[in-house]
């Protein structure tokens, strides 16, 4: 059973860069991609990008010149990072892997993060 | 990237009820689809992978169908905690994408 916990500065000043981490506990690190997506308040989910064990990544155009999404192995972790930060980004931050199947069996906790100045 | 857009985007029902949510693919993405179900301050829960396929542990109430661009989840007997917000999305394609959200009320 794999579960993920996630970390990171729920608070941001505008031109800032975003940072959360989700530690993977339990399950093959090595078996999944590793998704982040986001929901404004309010709205609806947005997928932004995945990253598999080896640093292969899958970003959405919409945000690829500003993130970048990263592993660390050894510590079962992955990482987005989110760059020049607006009020637009505002949003529920999540991270998210598959289960047996090829849809996001297994989300984290969710982490608020609020873009003011 | 495929547009995927779900219908309604919110109405109330009454426990009992039988509901559809409807969702369609731009273009066609086979039966690469999944439902999720959301409710407040919660992470989206997985109810159905691969159009039709129901999740462990998802009460059998749930189904979905279709294939290609057109989709439905149906909820037989709405239950109380069955009020919600309920999300398709494609994994047929980069980037993946989600409905915009379908919100089940009470009436």
């Known amino acids: 059973q794999v579960q993920l916990q996630q970390w990171g500065a729920g608070l941001l000043k505008p031109s800032e860069t975003l940072s959360l981490t989700c530690g993977v506990y339990?399950?093959?690190?090595?078996?999944?991609?590793w998704n982040w997506i986001r929901q404004p308040p309010g709205k609806g989910l947005e997928w932004i990008g995945e990253i598999n064990h080896t640093g292969t990544t899958n970003y959405n155009p919409s945000l690829k010149s500003r993130v970048s999404i990263s592993v660390d192995t050894s510590k079962n972790q992955f990482s987005l990072k989110l760059s020049s930060v607006t009020a637009a980004d505002t949003a529920v931050y999540y991270c998210?892997?598959?289960?047996?199947?090829?849809?996001?069996?297994?989300w984290g906790q969710g982490t608020l993060v609020t873009v003011s100045s | 990237a495929i547009r995927m857009t779900q219908s309604p985007s919110s109405f109330s029902a009454s426990t009992g009820d039988r509901v559809t949510i409807t969702c369609r693919a731009s273009q066609g993405i086979s039966n690469y689809l999944a439902w999720y179900q959301q409710k407040p301050g919660k992470a989206p829960k997985l109810l159905i992978d691969?159009?039709?396929t129901l999740q462990s542990g998802v009460p059998s109430r749930f189904s979905g169908s279709g294939s290609g661009t057109d989709f439905t989840l149906t909820i037989n007997y709405l239950q109380s905690e069955d009020f919600a917000a309920y999300y398709c999305?494609?994994?047929?394609?980069?980037?993946?994408?989600f409905g915009q959200g379908t919100k089940v009320e009470i009436k």
């Open positions: 998210a892997t598959y289960g047996s199947g090829s849809s996001l069996d297994y």
């Open positions: 691969a159009a039709s």
């Open positions: 339990g399950g093959s690190f090595s078996a999944y991609y």
């Open positions: 999305q494609q994994y047929y394609s980069y980037p993946r994408t």
